[in-house]
């Protein structure tokens, strides 16, 4: 039996963490894989429990490891954080032999966990989910590391991998409706005559996410609109946060007078209820995303989504056939895409449909399972 080690360090409920969810939902996992179900008791504070698997942690409720996360800004102390991290996965691993250790979202500053599992003669998987603008490989990591999964094509030419690295897409666990209404062609449209058509801008509240590029677009609807049947909801961070990019949005709309047109919404972790409430869904982020997630999640509800051109969207969406791509920061365009599918009902229910069959076969949580749990074999048998 093949013992794999899973290490989480996503510190928030990410696509990273979502994708563990995925990972877990396997009915042969535990008969393949013996991943941590015989944890002891006392590392109870750093390991979390999900569906028959145990995920290691950092530890988190340490005093020590809570002073050098409030000084990381200081060198010195991040590298003790980093040291001390390690020698908590040293000092559990050492008592366990397991064939792969699983970082599920590699960071750079990981070497030193890296360092120990070669060290106990482990094979080492690292999960990229970030592309090399935003995060670096360092050289000896790139030599310790047996494997890299890259979350899409994208990522994986961004740092140059080449035959180390593997790509295997995040994926969705169709709810058995959805699937059901695949099958049958059945998918949900926006006839809706006297209600209104909602569009909903999902990511974090960051300039990157570009949600003031649909408040603008909204600006020119209004103009071209007489009726207020188009509406605009914008989900990501909880709105009570100290958060500056939220005073701007708040500010943008008061100035253009869009109060009855654009909400930002109260945070939830209710997701699945957004997508169902919404019409069409927006993820124009300006510099692409290393996966783009929100269009495949949005797929499964048979919602279209209006996406960038740029990063991993490219593999998520098919123009006009999935979903449609538009420039980043492009707000007239944006404008007339959404009146576009707003208009045109065959072509809404035709994306609709399209992206619901292309999740289910590229996308789908079981090939999803198989090319991971394949990997793991490869390294385990060399």
Wanted: a positive charge.
């Amino acid at each position: 039996m093949i013992r794999v080690l899973v290490i989480d360090n996503s510190d928030y409920l990410s696509g990273a963490e979502r994708s563990l969810m995925t990972l877990t939902n396997g009915e042969d996992a535990e008969e393949r894989f013996d991943i941590l179900f015989e944890c002891k008791k006392k590392h109870q504070n750093y390991f979390s429990f999900h569906q028959g698997m145990y995920f290691y942690r950092y530890k988190k409720n340490n005093s020590i490891i809570n002073f050098l996360k409030k000084n990381k800004r200081y060198r010195f102390f991040r590298g003790l954080n980093n040291l001390l991290n390690a020698y908590y996965l040293f000092r559990f691993a050492i008592s366990k032999k397991y064939d792969v250790i699983h970082f599920n979202m590699y960071r750079s500053n990981q070497i030193f966990d890296i360092i120990v599992c070669k060290l106990l003669k482990m094979r080492v998987v690292a999960h990229v989910r970030t592309p090399a603008h935003l995060m670096k490989i360092p050289k000896f990591s790139r030599i310790l590391v047996d494997k890299f999964i890259c979350v899409s094509e994208y990522v994986k030419n961004s740092f140059s991998l080449k035959s180390k690295a593997k790509v295997i897409y995040n994926a969705v666990d169709f709810q058995e409706s959805i699937s059901q209404n695949i099958k049958s062609g059945n998918t949900s449209t926006h006839s809706k005559e006297n209600e209104s058509f909602i569009v909903t801008s999902i990511g974090l509240l960051e300039e990157r996410k570009a949600h003031d590029i649909a408040i603008k677009a909204f600006e020119l609807i209004k103009k071209e609109s007489s009726s207020k049947k188009i509406l605009l909801q914008i989900v990501g961070d909880d709105p009570s946060k100290d958060n500056h990019v939220l005073k701007k949005l708040n500010g943008l709309i008061e100035k253009l007078d869009l109060e009855n047109w654009v909400k930002i919404l109260p945070f939830t972790k209710d997701i699945d209820q957004i997508y169902k409430n919404s019409d069409l869904i927006l993820s124009i982020s300006s510099d692409g995303e290393a996966f783009g997630r929100i269009p495949i999640e949005a797929a499964e509800y048979s919602k279209p989504t209006i996406a960038t051109n740029v990063g991993a969207y490219q593999e998520t969406i098919k123009h006009l056939e999935t979903g449609v791509l538009i420039k980043p920061n492009d707000y007239v365009d944006l404008k007339n895409k959404i009146l576009m599918l707003q208009r045109n009902t065959t072509l809404y229910n035709k994306l609709a449909l399209n992206a619901n069959k292309l999740v289910a076969n590229k996308f789908s949580g079981k090939l999803h399972r198989e090319q991971v749990y394949e990997l793991y074999s490869e390294l385990a048998s060399k």
